[in-house]
């Protein structure tokens, strides 16, 4: 999912591209791991959670206000139907 002043089309020169990932490949590596791994894209900040850190997480307010406006690329999980 896209999210943050790309998503909202609002964007600059140095906005950075906000992508939300729920995945299950990454259960059983600790979150810190999994933000390294995509950390060294310049340009981009990447959030990598599970499926269930993520259903905990959405209802936080700035999860819900992060996510008013977003681009959804892909829903396997169905958590925004």
Excluded: C, H
């Excluded at 590596?29 to 990447?46: C, N």
Aim: glycine share 6%.
């Amino acid at each position: 999912m896209l999210y943050g002043s790309y998503a909202r089309g609002d964007f600059n020169l140095w906005s950075d591209v906000d992508v939300l990932l729920v995945s299950e490949r990454f259960d059983g590596i600790r979150f810190l791991d999994r933000y390294e791994l995509f950390k060294a894209r310049e340009g981009f900040e990447v959030k990598p959670y599970t499926p269930q850190e993520f259903s905990k997480m959405r209802n936080k307010i700035g999860w819900r206000e992060a996510l008013k406006d977003k681009v959804i690329i892909a829903d396997d999980y169905s958590l925004f139907t």
